[in-house]
């Protein structure tokens, strides 16, 4: 900024024709503000500096960025293999169980005529005694095919990394346990 005395100076030496000492006064006059200008951007870069120091001196967000945020994404990429491995293992287990499900599905229309007239009364007793033995060899087929599916996925469930048995079942024959 210009002082009133060195705008009155300024004045005095135009009117007095003395042209190179006006341009000298007003390049020191500019001269001044840059000076000042340069002085706030030094302070300004040197609170920058000061407050970068003050961050990177920080010892808790050291430890974050170094140990911390690592760990996290450790976690996070573990949680996510384990995820994948979880969900392949239990399409493989559905892709087993289907052709199963079909067989039984098909055992059981083959069975249904014989249960319809059985429940209707129209049965005699030998197409009786093949339907209590045609049902009897189904509940093998299935008991057994049971006992095989949940061996296969306790065992499958074991290579996935899970800690404790899939299936477990007091109640019956068929007990898996780590």
């Not at 030496?13 to 001269?31: C, F, P, R, S, Y």
């Not at 005699?124 to 093949?130: D, G, I, N, P, S």
């Not at 339907?131 to 065992?155: F, G, K, M, N, P």
Request: glycine residues 4%.
């Amino acid at each position: 900024m210009i002082s009133l005395e060195q705008a009155k100076q300024l004045v005095d030496l135009l009117e007095n024709d003395k042209q190179q000492e006006a341009n000298e006064l007003v390049m020191m006059i500019q001269g001044g503000s840059e000076s000042r200008v340069l002085q706030e951007v030094g302070a300004l870069t040197r609170d920058l500096h000061d407050a970068l120091m003050e961050f990177s001196i920080d010892t808790r967000l050291n430890e974050i960025a170094n140990d911390e945020i690592p760990e996290a994404r450790d976690r996070l990429e573990y949680v996510i293999n384990k995820t994948e491995v979880s969900a392949n293992t239990t399409m493989d287990a559905v892709e087993r169980c289907l052709p199963m499900a079909d067989n039984l599905h098909d055992c059981l229309l083959q069975v249904r005529p014989q249960w319809n007239e059985l429940m209707h009364g129209r049965l005699e007793l030998k197409q009786f005694k093949e339907l209590c033995h045609r049902i009897d060899d189904l509940l093998s087929q299935v008991e057994e095919r049971q006992y095989r599916t949940a061996y296969s996925a306790h065992q499958h469930s074991n290579g996935a990394g899970f800690s404790r048995p899939y299936w477990t079942d007091h109640s019956s024959r068929y007990h898996f346990s780590q």
